[in-house]
């Protein structure tokens, strides 16, 4: 870090080019590749200016520029204000002209997922053969994302306990809980596969690719996906009554806030059956 702070505080014209590449190296350092070429697309659209000179105005110009969806528009305004924070703490930048920039505010949208017929269609499809089924059970009682299963290594399983650690976003560590059926799932698979750490030992394309073909043949054709799994769990745990401030904690999200954006919007028929289950009228 002392390196990178001379050479900016040294008077240097530091390009943008370079700037983003020490970003990328230090800022992000043990990030996936994934996530360090997300960053670097987006700050890349910067205007071609050494970094000290970029102000409040170029970036409001280069805002005003920006094309695609308010989602998009959103990544690339957050991937800016993360940069510019970094380079005034560690670069020796002494102004943030990403100040001026606001995030757009997100739509409030709720995210049902795959329906409950279409995924036990997909588990029946499963059965017969261990290792999908396993996975199949294990994303459907924790709601864990993608990179969790691929992660998951057998030191982090307490079956007994019905409960384990996976590593997601950033490598971050979290307990998830299973439910009985996905225990006895994960023990027949654990008694057949070959030895190592990895538990189902495949890759995340190729544990997509197993949810395709549980998909092609239960006869499913949207919402198959992994992630649409974990939104499924988020939104049958919401409906079912489970607290948002804890739901919040189970599927590993920063802030409450999207646990309420993507679970906690409800539809009229549903608001009235969850009134109608919760209401306790006084006596007349």
């Not at 030191?155 to 299973?178: H, I, M, Q, S, Y």
Request: net charge positive; hydrophobic share 40%.
């Amino acid at each position: 870090m002392g390196s990178v702070d001379v050479l900016f505080r040294a008077g240097v014209q530091v390009g943008l080019a370079e700037a983003v590449e020490t970003f990328l190296v230090i800022g992000l350092a043990r990030r996936k590749r994934v996530t360090v070429g997300w960053y670097r697309t987006r700050l890349l659209s910067l205007p071609a200016l050494p970094v000290g000179e970029i102000t409040e105005g170029d970036l409001l110009v280069w805002y005003a520029g920006l094309q695609g969806a308010i989602y998009t528009v959103h990544g690339y305004v957050r991937a800016v204000r993360r940069f510019f924070r970094w380079m005034c703490r560690f670069g020796g930048l002494e102004r943030n002209p990403a100040m001026a920039l606001d995030l757009p505010r997100l739509p409030v949208r709720g995210e049902e997922g795959i329906s409950d017929d279409a995924a036990g269609a997909m588990l029946d499809a499963a059965r017969a053969h261990v290792r999908d089924y396993a996975i199949l059970r294990f994303v459907e009682s924790t709601g864990c994302r993608l990179s969790g299963v691929v992660n998951l290594c057998v030191g982090d399983l307490n079956l007994e306990g019905r409960c384990a650690v996976v590593r997601e976003k950033f490598d971050r560590e979290r307990l998830v809980f299973l439910s009985t059926e996905a225990c006895q799932a994960m023990c027949v698979w654990l008694d057949q596969r070959a030895d190592g750490d990895s538990v189902f030992g495949l890759g995340g394309r190729y544990i997509y690719e197993r949810f395709k073909v549980c998909a092609r043949l239960a006869g499913v054709g949207r919402k198959w996906n992994p992630h649409q799994w974990r939104h499924r769990f988020g939104r049958a745990m919401s409906y079912n009554g489970m607290p948002l401030g804890v739901l919040s904690q189970i599927m590993g999200h920063s802030t409450v806030d999207i646990t309420v954006r993507f679970y906690g919007q409800f539809s009229v028929g549903h608001q009235q059956e969850l009134y109608d289950r919760y209401a306790r009228p006084l006596r007349t």
